[in-house]
């Protein structure tokens, strides 16, 4: 969907596509909920859509629709705080929907879908300022003062916040692999023992 600014002054033409894959990661980021990050991604849609005419031309199109988002989450926050939390059920199991690329080894394919899985789940175990930074710099690769402006803090919270967030993602993720190592021993032990 390409964004084009009605009659009068000239503005920036927005083409949305291409950023919906990140809105969509960065929803789902912060409200761990596929069916709540698609609306959130729909209703920042809209809302920028209706924003358009306010866009500067030399405005970063990623970032302002990041802060549209995140303004629109935390909207909901203070609306949700009095509404019991329903959560939904993963129907398939597996927790993604994603197709087997056959091109690899399925070896190598099946250690990197859990290197990806254990990568997701360290960054659901970190608090929500923490997992928005990472997937911000991470993942969408803005600035950091891309990120300081769409999470509306100075410059050094943003560095500061990321370099903790990276030292609490590496601790996760060091203690899930001795407990998959030990797994594995374990599972390895069993075998050899015959129990």
Known sequence: ??????????????????Y???????????SRNRTEAEDLVQETCLRAIRAMGR????????????TILRNIWFN?????????EVVELDLDGDGSNRAADTRKDPHATYVSNIEQE?????????????R?????????DLSYQEIAAVL????????????RARSKLRDLLSSSMMVTRSERRVALGDEETGT
């Not at 866009?55 to 990041?66: C, E, G, I, Q, V």
Request: include cysteine.
């Open 1 to 18: 969907m390409r964004l084009v600014p009605r009659e009068g002054r000239p503005q920036p033409t927005i083409d949305l596509s291409e």
């Open 20 to 30: 919906l894959d990140g809105l969509y990661s960065y929803a789902l980021v912060l």
């Open 55 to 66: 866009l500067r031309t030399d405005s970063n199109a990623k970032s302002w629709l990041f």
């Open 76 to 84: 909901q926050l203070r609306q949700w705080r009095t509404v019991p």
């Open 118 to 130: 254990q990568v997701r789940a360290a960054i659901q175990q970190l608090p929500v300022e923490f």
């Open 132 to 140: 928005e930074i990472i997937i911000l710099r991470e993942y969408e």
């Open 152 to 163: 509306e803090c100075p410059l050094g919270t943003v560095m500061s916040r990321l370099a």
